[in-house]
T-cell receptor
Framework: GQQLNQSPQSMFIQEGEDVSMNCTSS?????WLWYKQDPGEGPVLLIA?????ELTSNGRLTAQFGITRKDSFLNISASIPSDVGIYFC???????????FGTGTLLAVQP | GAVVSQHPSWVICKSGTSVKIECRSL??????MFWYRQFPKQSLMLMAT?????????EQGVEKDKFLINHASLTLSTLTVTSAHPEDSSFYICSARQDSSTEAFFGQGTRLTVV
């Protein structure tokens, strides 16, 4: 099935550092979602974006819906150990309007 | 947020047997439920979409006779993996949404191991 290109694939950072990850698609989306998945658990929705150019924050997390509607990024500021996990972007749009997931970014935070 | 619960959390079964996984929306009525499969270190891949009271819509490459989906009520959908084989071992995750104007909430997933 179709997947979004998400980068980086993994990140190993020190506590307190800022993190940035992004997703790109060849298709236009009308919705971008960002999820966090802990090991052995289902994804949890972090931020939802519905308009091109929209910039939304959720605590230390900030995400933006790209102007071209083909990309989105997620920033995490001042990372803490509990930020560890896999972050997935997901886009929805096109004829099927189905949610398509990115390839994921594994984040490791060293105290 | 809304709660979606899957049962069991993990299951081990013998090759050739069938396994049923339940997905329940605990505090809302879900008109649509989705079933995903996630292999280790990979992303979530949509298997099928089920609307309450109607037949599920399967994604290309997903065998509907092998992965039976029932969505008989607004709070329960089941996925039955029939004649399971080791290659069916995976993490199966459901999500449920109240209506098309809301985002779906995910269950905690079910780890299936076929031996």
């Amino acid at each position: 099935g179709q997947q979004l290109n998400q980068s980086p694939q993994s990140m190993f950072i020190q506590e307190g550092e800022d993190v940035s990850m992004n997703c790109t698609s060849s298709s236009i989306f009308n919705t971008w979602l960002w999820y966090k998945q802990d090991p052995g658990e289902g994804p949890v929705l972090l931020i939802a974006l519905y308009k091109a150019g929209e910039l939304t924050s959720n605590g230390r997390l900030t995400a933006q819906f790209g102007i071209t509607r083909k990309d989105s990024f997620l920033n995490i500021s001042a990372s803490i150990p509990s930020d560890v996990g896999i972050y997935f972007c997901a886009g929805r749009g096109g004829a099927t309007n189905k949610l398509i997931f990115g390839t994921g970014t594994l984040l490791a935070v060293q105290p | 947020g809304a709660v979606v619960s899957q049962h069991p959390s993990w299951v081990i079964c013998k090759s050739g047997t069938s396994v049923k996984i339940e997905c329940r929306s605990l505090d809302f009525q879900a008109t649509t439920m989705f079933w995903y499969r996630q292999f280790p270190k990979q992303s979530l891949m949509l298997m099928a979409t089920s609307n309450e009271g109607s037949k599920a819509t399967y994604e290309q490459g997903v065998e509907k006779d092998k992965f039976l989906i029932n969505h008989a009520s607004l709070t329960l959908s089941t996925l039955t993996v029939t004649s399971a084989h080791p290659e069916d071992s995976s993490f199966y995750i459901c999500s449920a949404r109240q209506d098309s104007s809301t985002e779906a909430f995910f269950g905690q997933g079910t780890r299936l191991t076929v031996v």
